[in-house]
């Protein structure tokens, strides 16, 4: 019997974690729709964009050809300031800056790029 019971009560601590979690999806599910973006993120990041569909990479946009594939293309909806660190610290978009950075060697003055060395930090 001592079986039963401790299945029993193991499954009622189950059923409690479950309304647990099913509470922190629903709060989750609230937050995710708040537009969390801060603009304090872009201002060092002069590709990072914010729009409907997520935040974008202006440089992995215009140079993917010669990235990989990542959600900054399409639109990053995890709007953490996380989710863009880590972006900038992918290989697809170091690839990108690079690109840049040869592809803006001919004409600076047009680049609103901040200097290679604060991209390099
Ligand atoms: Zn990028």
Redesign the pocket.
Known sequence: MDGAWAFLSGYNKKGENKTKKRAYDQTYEKTKRVRTFKDSWAKDRP?LKDSERGMT????IRHQKG?SK?T?LTGCTARKLDSIIK??N?E??KR??EIDINSNKACVCETRMPPVASLLV
Do not use: K, R
């Open positions: 590709w990479c202006d440089l992995c990235v990542n900054f972006h900038e992918s697809g978009h990108a800056v």
